[in-house]
Structure formats: structure tokens, C-alpha cells
């Protein structure tokens, strides 16, 4: 199953240093010399052999899915096998595995391009040398290749160790949310839900969800979001990408974790400047109710900031409430810029 794949995928292995390495190489990719060309009438529509490598090819990683990828790139009847895998397939796993060897058949200059801006050494960020690529910057390149080189994106995410380096894991993911390729949501969705999976990608994960935009994915946010056992940093990530998606229950949820004792100060904040971010008047109730029964300063600051963001002169009473109980000087001027914002608005 590609969900033991995601599990393991990147796991830290640290990448090879060779420049566009690629654990098969170009001489087993092709046909041997004198092979009946694809798309002939002597290849075969379906044939153990190859049924039996592409059944490796869909369920292992590393050594075994390269010399599972060779056996069938080799063969003669690889593309109609390929397509008529692709095409019928009712798998997703399947069916990205025949695209991604399809791929491998018919763009292998952008698969080779790709995997050079991955694993060029001389990009790589370095504090002494100016003018170095971010991970960002490398996943912009990736992305301009085209829809082409996502099947190979996700082959490098998901099937090999060589890309476990955080650096060129956040290439693949950058160019994901570039490339806003469909073919990527089952495959990363996912990855997300693989608890063994690092904050940072599975972080990575939800900004490739978010990019593209599908609403299947919410119920996965939510559920992170609402999770007491998921890290802060990650339901802060799975807040943003609600926001984002416009997901209609947002205030409602932030509303509630701003309540819930069993959650950090820090994330109750941060569930405040979300209800800013969406600046929904209809969250003014709520800042209200919780302005008195926060007693910690870097709280109250944040509920008076949100609460001057979205609220209006009948919310002056309970800022300056606010401002009275606060002790510390960057509560005090949170509270005080809250109520001048009001004051200054017009009416």
C-alpha cells in the first residue's frame, strides 16, 4: 500500500550527495536495442510478467521499486500495458504508478531536469555565499516544468529514501503547491494523516492541500485542528489553511478552542487572531465573553487587539475594563490601541 510508502518515506534518512542521482539508470529506463518499439501491434495488452512488476512497483520503495521500474520500462509492450493500466485502473495508487512510468517513458529530459534542481549541491543555501536558492525558490523551477513532472514529484517524495533531506523535501513540496496538480491530493493526504510523519512535512502537506483548493480536505483540517493531542504548531497550520479554504464553520471552531481550558495560552491566542484574521463581526459575542476570564497578559493583549479590529464603540466599556486589569506595559498598550482604533473609526 502506498500509506506504508508515505510512512516511510521521509523518515530522515539523510539524501545522497551525487547530483541528480536517481537509483535507475538511464541504460535500464529504454528498451534494449533491436525491442519492438512501443505502441507496435506486437505488444501485449497484459502479461504476468509485467503484472507481477507492477504490482512491486505500486507497493515497494528504494531497491525493489527501481528494479520493479526497470523490468517494465525495459519491456516492449511497456506504454500500451501503462495506459491500459492508467486508464482502468480503479485504484489511485495504480493509476499514479502508470503515470508516473508513463512519465518516465515519454518526459524524461523534464524528469532529469527536475531531479538536477533537487539535488544540485551548489544551490543549496549557504551563510558565506550569497545568492543561494531557498527551497521555495528551487520549487518555483521544479513547478515551471510543468504538469508533466508531477507524477515524478510525488515518485521522489514517496518512493524513494534519496530526497528524505529536509531541504530538498520542501523543494518537492513547494513545487506541489505550484504545480496545483489534483493527481497529488490522495497521495499527500495521506502523508498527512501519518502521524509518524514529522510536524514540518506533514505542515508541508497541508500547504500542498491548501493550494489546491479541495474541499475533500477539509475534514482532515478540522480534525487536526480540534485533535488536544496534535502538536500547536501544526493545528496552527491546519487553522490558517481553514481560513484559507473559507471553510464556513472557521469562527465557529476558533470560537471554541478559545474556550477550551485543556489547550496552551499560546494557541488559544493564536485561535484569537484567526477570528482577527476573518474579521467577522459576528465573533464580537464571543471576544466579549472571554475578555474578563483571561488572566494571562499575553491573552489579554490579544483579545483587546482582536476585539478593536472587529468590534465598535459598544465594545469601549469592556476594552477599557481590559485595559484596567492590565499589568504588564505590552498588554497595557494593546489594550489602549484597541480602544483608540475604536474611538478614531468613523461612524
Not at 500495458?81 to 512519465?103: S, V
Not at 533537487?118 to 520549487?139: C, E, H, I
Not at 521522489?156 to 529514501?161: D, F, G, R, S
Not at 506595559?329 to 489594550?335: F, L, Q, T, Y
Amino acid at each position: 500500500m502506498l500509506c506504508a510508502l508515505a510512512c516511510s518515506a521521509l523518515a530522515g534518512v539523510t539524501a545522497a550527495a551525487a547530483c541528480n542521482k536517481d537509483p535507475l539508470q538511464r541504460s535500464q529506463r529504454r528498451a534494449e536495442p533491436g525491442a519492438v518499439a512501443p505502441g507496435s501491434q506486437r505488444e501485449p495488452a497484459t502479461s504476468p510478467r509485467l503484472d507481477d512488476a507492477f504490482v512491486r512497483v505500486v507497493t515497494q520503495t528504494d531497491g525493489a521499486y527501481a528494479v520493479a521500474r526497470a523490468e517494465i520500462l525495459r519491456d516492449p509492450g511497456a506504454r500500451r500495458y501503462l495506459e491500459r493500466r492508467r486508464d482502468h485502473a480503479a485504484d489511485w495508487r495504480e493509476r499514479l504508478a502508470a503515470e508516473t512510468l508513463l512519465g518516465w517513458l515519454d518526459h524524461e529530459a523534464e524528469h532529469d531536469e527536475a531531479q538536477a534542481w533537487v539535488k544540485d549541491q551548489s544551490r543549496r543555501p549557504n551563510r558565506t555565499v550569497l545568492g543561494r536558492y531557498t527551497a521555495v525558490d528551487l520549487g518555483k523551477r521544479v513547478a515551471k516544468l510543468g504538469p508533466v513532472v508531477t507524477p515524478h514529484v510525488l515518485e521522489m517524495l514517496l518512493k524513494t529514501h534519496e530526497y528524505d533531506d529536509d531541504y530538498e523535501a520542501g523543494i518537492l513540496y513547494s513545487a506541489l503547491e505550484r504545480l496545483r496538480d489534483g493527481r497529488a491530493f490522495e497521495p499527500i493526504s495521506e502523508l498527512l494523516s501519518d502521524r509518524k510523519q514529522p510536524d514540518a512535512m506533514r505542515s508541508a502537506a497541508i500547504g500542498v492541500l491548501q493550494a489546491l483548493a479541495d474541499a475533500r480536505s477539509i475534514p482532515a483540517l478540522r480534525a487536526i485542528l480540534l485533535d488536544h493531542s496534535e502538536s500547536d504548531e501544526l493545528r496552527k497550520v491546519a487553522a490558517g489553511a481553514l481560513i484559507a479554504l473559507e471553510v464556513p464553520d472557521a469562527r465557529e471552531l476558533f470560537e471554541r478552542l478559545l474556550f477550551d481550558a485543556a489547550i496552551s495560552i499560546e494557541l488559544r491566542r493564536a485561535m484569537a487572531m484567526d477570528l482577527d484574521e476573518l474579521h467577522d463581526p459576528r465573533s464580537v459575542p464571543a471576544l466579549e465573553r472571554a475578555l474578563p476570564n483571561a488572566d494571562d497578559q499575553t491573552l489579554l493583549a490579544t483579545l483587546c487587539s482582536t476585539l478593536g479590529a472587529v468590534g465598535d464603540e459598544s465594545d469601549l466599556p469592556s476594552l477599557r475594563g481590559a485595559l484596567a486589569r492590565a499589568t504588564e506595559s505590552a498588554a497595557r498598550e494593546d489594550c489602549g490601541d484597541a480602544i483608540r482604533r475604536i474611538e478614531e473609526r468613523p461612524r
